[in-house]
């Protein structure tokens, strides 16, 4: 039996064995507590002045399956959660005005336990200061979300072990992460279709601020922080986006860090695997007085996908939260990310990656990374109607990328023959011996500020809770590239010499009508952006100047219908917006201004969201994007023959649906069986109007009714696992992508540079079990990645790229 067939038998046995053993757990989790009387937890809520507390939201979490229940206290402050199952609980109490109050505790077969809590009038200020990072806002505020929204939660990045942001975001329907190293550094994040390249199209955050070094001038994504720092990973598609901004065409992803606990507390994780896979994790803090302080650190390190690649980095997150009183509270954050890499840019030809589909020829290219970010967010509240959040945030991010190689048509990028080539470099021979090297050398800088305003009204007599805001943000790129002489240089001749620089001024202004079950939200967004261009060598040393700018209106419409809180039917409507890069409005060899239009398009969702039993969560989106001008920029990024063009025209449209079903919510069992899938069928992503190819010497040859390059008809994420009481957890994870075409052209058989050609569908399958063991405080885990070590093509933009091998990883998080 052959390799190919015995992996196929294995899969085959494999998952059998896994379906066979559910079901019959499945059975168990039926029976287990059938003979047995259901706990239940009841109390009430009351002040300092013992009057009760109506309307606070009472949540309760089982602590080994992460299932929450929610309810509110009555007008008498009184509570109850009947037919519980045993275990481990933990109980929080949330009311307006008041400090929040929580307790653990384990119930027993036959409980019936009573639980009183006594708040304190406290800040609201500081539960405004905990929320303003989240996008979605409150399980409250999110069934008045005019549009697709899903949240990955810590529970769920936990127990999958999620080893980068693009495998968390894979569980995300409507999205598609391409890899390129294997280490998640530089993830290539596309949303419905849309061009996954360095994440242009996507807006990234971080707690609801920007994340990329230059979203307006340069929305690419060359840094990206380790999953690690995060405990929750929220995606906003529909027309929620012109609250962020600038860019509102595909998606918003917001990554949310934790927030200091109430008491000290913390923990260390360590994980080893193959590859000389460490990651390292410390994380501690906790509340003294009215300040809480939380301190992150993660050290990752261990080799890519390919040959003579090897990742390193260092990720420090500090937080601090303070009150300032009853109705001001304070947001501190700093962090520092450090990264030394061996890896190089260039992907492999046709023969190459047939000969030998892991090699890299170019083991002295290297990346060295440092990234310092801060931000200060103060909340200010008037009263319990209006609340002011005003943000101050500004990172620095300095890149310098050395290598021999950017694309599979450079062998190597020095040869002598070549314009500025290295005289002593005749071939690929001479590659590690007298070949030099180019360094492309990046400084970014940016600072923005922005006030936002929150006020609940009563217009017309109905409901309104409306959001203002501005925002002011500078943004400065120094750009240099330094040819050098040998493999391993550092600095070398300058050749590229550039400054650009961004100013950008917005707002925004959004109200949610709500007559009852039904929310109708307008919205609009405004733009304004200044573009400066420095080319400090042209004009024989003298230099060029350019500028020019822009001015877009975004308007969004949304509705929302919610008949029971069980669901929640959304539909809307928005203008989808990016800026054009500053490198491509103004000439650089003139300081001209290049007549290229934003990319505009209009977005449209129909959708539901679903609770309609417990442990049953549901979600469906019908989506439409209609494209006025999807720009094709030219990138090494985006390949060596791509050349820039106002694109035109392009449509997108398709479903997405999203679930997960726990049977241990279902029959109030401690068994649990999970099932969670997401789903994205996209049958229409073409070139529509009239168009041409972007592809050099191809420029004539008419591309319209092509499908869009990386642009899957079918994407899936499956999941089915069992939590048992005893704290084991075991899961299996599908990932399957259909075929891809990677050029505009829709080439079928590849090119012999690599950059052309099908790309075939591919399903790669992980696996983990994670045991907890509450008496020591500590977890202990193992998880597989590519089970099968399945090799696979997943980009060749830049040359063909493979996908990531098998990776066995393992380790234990200990609590304090």
Same mark, same amino acid.
């Given at each position: 039996?052959n390799?190919m ?13 896994f379906v ?6 499945l059975?168990?989790s ?10 239940s937890?009841s ?5 300092q002045?013992n009057a009760a ?6 949540t309760?979490?089982q602590t080994?399956t ?12 009184a509570f ?11 109980l929080r ?7 929040s109050a ?8 036959g ?9 304190q009038?406290?800040?609201l200020?500081?539960?405004v ?10 399980p409250?505020t ?8 899903e949240i990955?939660n ?9 080893f ?6 894979r569980?995300?329907a409507?999205?598609?992460?391409r ?7 530089r ?5 419905r279709g ?5 994440s242009s199209k996507?807006?990234l955050?971080e707690?609801g ?21 995060f ?11 012109i609250?962020?901004?600038?860019t509102?065409?595909?998606g918003?992803?917001?990554?949310v860090?934790p ?8 923990f260390v994780?360590?994980t080893f !695997?193959?590859r000389?896979?460490?990651? /390292?994790?410390?994380?501690?803090g906790g %509340?003294?007085r +009215?300040? &809480?302080?939380l ?21 420090f997150?500090?937080k601090?939260?303070s009150?300032?009183g ?9 962090n520092h ?7 190089t840019?260039?992907?492999?030809t ?11 020829p170019f083991?002295n290219?290297?990346f060295?990374?440092?990234r310092?970010?801060?931000s200060?967010?103060?909340?200010y509240v ?12 500004g990172?620095y ?13 450079q ?7 070549l314009? !500025? ?5 005749? /071939?690929?021979?001479?590659l590690?011996? %007298?070949?030099? +090297?180019? &360094?492309?050398?990046?400084?970014y800088?940016?600072?923005g500020?922005?006030?936002r305003l929150?006020?609940t ?13 501005l925002?002011?943000?500078?943004e400065?790129q120094?750009?240099?590239q330094?040819n ?6 550092r600095?070398g001749?300058l050749v ?5 620089r961004?100013?950008?001024?917005s707002?925004?202004a ?7 079950e039904w ?11 200044k ?5 400090r060598?042209?004009?024989a ?5 350019g500028?020019?700018?822009l001015?877009q ?6 509705v929302?219908y ?5 669901l ?9 917006f990016?800026p ?6 103004i000439n650089?060899?003139t300081?001209?201004?290049?007549e290229l239009d ?7 969702e129909?959708g539901l969201?679903?609770?309609p039993?417990?442990g049953?969560k549901?979600?469906?989106t ?11 920029a ?6 060596v023959?791509s ?5 035109g025209?392009t449509?997108?449209?398709?479903a ?27 049958p229409?992503?073409?070139?529509t109007g ?39 957890d075991?899961?299996?994870?599908a990932n ?11 080439t ?5 540079d690599?950059?052309r ?7 790669v ?7 907890n063991v ?6 202990f885990?193992?998880?597989?990645k ?6 696979y093509?997943?980009?060749?933009t830049?040359?063909i790229?493979?996908?990531s091998?098998?990776l066995?990883?393992g380790g ?5």
């Amino acid at each position: 039996m052959n390799n190919m067939a015995f992996q196929k038998s294995f899969a085959r046995h494999l998952v059998m064995h896994f379906v066979n053993t559910t079901a019959v757990l499945l059975a168990l989790s039926l029976t287990a507590t059938a003979q047995s009387k259901q706990p239940s937890l009841s109390g009430h809520v009351v002040d300092q002045n013992n009057a009760a507390v109506n309307d606070a939201r009472i949540t309760l979490q089982q602590t080994d399956t992460g299932i929450e229940r929610i309810t509110m206290t009555d007008a008498n402050g009184a509570f109850t959660f009947q037919h519980l199952t045993q275990g481990e609980y933990h109980l929080r109490v949330i009311g307006a005005g008041f400090s929040s109050a929580s307790q653990t505790l384990a119930l027993s077969t036959g409980d019936d336990r009573n639980v009183d809590f006594t708040l304190q009038a406290g800040p609201l200020a500081e539960e405004v200061v905990v929320t303003s990072a989240l996008i979605t806002g409150t399980p409250e505020t999110l069934q008045h979300i005019p549009g697709s929204v899903e949240i990955i939660n810590q529970k769920l990045l936990e127990t999958s072990r999620s080893f980068t942001s693009s495998e968390a975001l894979r569980k995300v329907a409507g999205v598609q992460v391409r890899d390129e190293e294997g280490f998640g550094l530089r993830p290539n994040i596309g949303i419905r279709g849309l061009n996954p390249t360095r994440s242009s199209k996507v807006l990234l955050l971080e707690d609801g601020l920007p994340l990329t070094y230059a979203p307006y001038g340069d929305n690419a994504s060359y840094y990206h922080p380790p999953i690690d720092r995060f405990e929750s990973i929220e995606v906003l598609k529909g027309s929620g986006q012109i609250l962020y901004g600038p860019t509102t065409v595909g998606g918003v992803v917001n990554y949310v860090t934790p927030n200091p606990p109430i008491e000290p507390s913390g923990f260390v994780m360590g994980t080893f !695997g193959s590859r000389d896979y460490f990651n /390292g994790h410390l994380n501690y803090g906790g %509340t003294w007085r +009215n300040t &809480g302080l939380l301190f992150d650190y993660t050290r990752k390190q261990g080799a890519g996908s390919r040959e003579n690649t090897h990742f390193g980095l260092n990720d420090f997150n500090f937080k601090s939260v303070s009150t300032l009183g009853a109705k001001q509270a304070l947001t501190l954050k700093f962090n520092h990310y450090g990264e030394d890499s061996n890896v190089t840019y260039s992907g492999l030809t046709e023969a190459e990656y047939r000969e030998s589909p892991r090699q890299n020829p170019f083991k002295n290219d290297s990346f060295y990374g440092d990234r310092y970010g801060a931000s200060a967010a103060h909340a200010y509240v008037f009263n319990s109607n209006a609340v002011l959040t005003t943000n101050f945030y500004g990172a620095y991010f300095r890149r310098h990328w050395w290598r021999q190689s950017s694309n599979s048509n450079q062998r190597p990028n020095r040869l002598r023959t070549l314009s !500025g080539g290295d005289p002593d470099c005749t /071939g690929i021979a001479d590659l590690n011996t %007298t070949c030099g +090297n180019e &360094g492309r050398l990046r400084q970014y800088h940016f600072l923005g500020a922005e006030p936002r305003l929150h006020v609940t009204h009563q217009l017309f007599n109905v409901r309104n809770e409306a959001d203002f805001g501005l925002r002011v943000h500078f943004e400065t790129q120094q750009r240099r590239q330094e040819n050098g002489d040998s493999p391993t240089s550092r600095s070398g001749l300058l050749v590229e010499n550039n400054e650009r620089r961004n100013q950008a001024y917005s707002g925004f202004a959004q109200n949610r009508f709500i007559f009852g079950e039904w929310t109708i939200t307008p919205g609009i967004r405004l733009e304004h952006v200044k573009y400066e261009r420095t080319n400090r060598l042209a004009n024989a040393g003298r230099g060029v100047f350019g500028r020019t700018n822009l001015t877009q209106i975004v308007p969004g419409l949304g509705v929302s219908y919610t008949p029971t809180d069980k669901l929640t039917v959304f539909g809307g409507v928005h203008r989808g917006f990016a800026p054009p890069r500053t490198e491509d409005v103004i000439n650089n060899t003139t300081g001209g201004v290049v007549e290229l239009d934003p990319e505009l398009s209009w977005n449209y969702e129909l959708g539901l969201r679903s609770t309609p039993y417990a442990g049953v969560k549901l979600e469906a989106t019908f989506f439409r994007m209609d494209y006025e001008n999807q720009i094709v920029a030219a990138s090494l990024a985006g390949g060596v023959g791509s050349q820039l063009t106002n694109g035109g025209e392009t449509l997108h449209q398709g479903a997405e649906v999203a679930g997960r079903v726990d049977t241990g919510a279902i029959f109030k069992s401690r068994h649990n069986v999970y099932v969670r899938g997401a789903y994205t069928f996209l049958p229409d992503a073409r070139f529509t109007g009239v168009r041409f190819s972007s592809v050099g010497g191809f420029n004539r040859t008419s591309i319209t009714g092509n499908r869009l390059p990386y642009a899957s008809d079918h994407t899936l994420n499956a999941i089915i696992g069992y939590s048992h009481p005893s704290g084991i957890d075991a899961l299996m994870e599908a990932n399957y992508v259909s075929e891809q075409y990677a050029d505009d052209l829709n080439t079928i058989q590849p090119t012999a540079d690599g950059q052309r050609g099908l790309i075939p569908k591919y399903t790669v399958w992980n696996a983990t079990l994670n045991y907890n063991v509450e008496r020591l405080r500590t977890t202990f885990f193992v998880t597989v990645k590519n089970v099968f070590d399945h090799t696979y093509i997943v980009d060749r933009t830049r040359g063909i790229l493979p996908s990531s091998p098998r990776l066995v990883q393992g380790g234990l998080k200990y609590r304090f």
